[in-house]
């Protein structure tokens, strides 16, 4: 069965750096997400794409964060300057497309920003 | 606005016992209805959905969801559980409303633990 893959699963970094996560969507689906869930917390909507661009954003996405999809197969989210409030689990999705259909998700990426 | 409540942290049954964990909701319009899964250190896993017509819905692992208009709830059911279905359960919604967003908004989250 097609999935989500992300990578690394788990990511320590100093405050202030910059983080790239990685996912590979799944390959016939045309929209991708990032959701984020603070330990403890709900699941949080960051960002959608499609096409290569942002087609949605919540407040939480601010100019700290992009997305990118690089080559055609991996779509990433970079975080610059990381601070300690961003860590946390780092979701990748993606649905065939924005209807009625059901969105997939990765098993996450653990960023700790120390 | 759309919005969904789990007023649950947490639901503890005994194995083989039926398990009921709630969810409510509010749109605009009509909803678009999820119930995912989260084994520890995995991803969410889809469970079920309700779009339209029947209001109980069958989904994997034995699990069903009966979706309640008036009560405008989509509680997740199971006739007997399992020490393997003990995971974080989310409910989410999308309100199918002209002009609602195509994201759906999550629960924070129903922790089931089954006893032995």
């Known amino acids: 069965e097609p999935e989500v893959t992300q990578t690394p699963s788990h990511q320590v970094t100093q405050m202030g750096q910059e983080v790239i996560l990685r996912c590979v969507p799944i390959?016939?689906?045309?929209?991708f997400y990032w959701y984020r869930q603070i330990l403890g917390q709900k699941v949080e909507f960051l960002v959608s794409?499609?096409?290569?661009?942002?087609?949605?954003k919540s407040e939480i996405f601010d100019d700290q964060f992009s997305v990118e999809r690089p080559d055609g197969s991996n779509f990433t989210l970079k975080i610059r300057s990381t601070k300690l409030e961003d860590s946390a689990m780092y979701f990748c999705?993606?649905?065939?497309?924005?209807?009625?259909?059901?969105?997939?998700f990765g098993e996450g990426s653990w960023l700790t920003v120390v | 606005a759309q919005s969904v409540a789990q007023p649950e942290d947490q639901v503890n049954v005994a194995e083989g016992n039926p398990l009921t964990v709630k969810c409510t909701y509010s749109?605009?319009?009509?909803?678009?209805l999820f119930w995912y899964v989260q084994y520890p250190n995995r991803g969410l896993q889809f469970l079920l959905k309700?779009?339209?017509?029947?209001?109980l819905v069958k989904g994997s692992y034995g699990f069903e969801a009966e979706f309640n208009k008036s009560q405008t709830s989509f509680h997740l059911k199971k006739p007997s559980a399992l020490v393997s279905d003990s995971a974080l359960y989310f409910c989410?919604?999308?309100?199918?409303?002209?002009?609602?967003?195509?994201?759906?908004?999550f629960g924070r989250g129903t922790s089931l633990i089954v006893h032995p």
């Open positions: 999705a993606s649905s065939p497309d924005r209807g009625t259909n059901t969105i997939y």
């Open positions: 390959s016939n689906h045309l929209y």
């Open positions: 794409f499609y096409n290569n661009e942002i087609s949605e």
């Open positions: 749109v605009s319009g009509n909803p678009y």
């Open positions: 309700y779009i339209t017509g029947d209001n």
């Open positions: 989410a919604v999308r309100d199918m409303a002209a002009g609602g967003s195509y994201i759906p908004t």
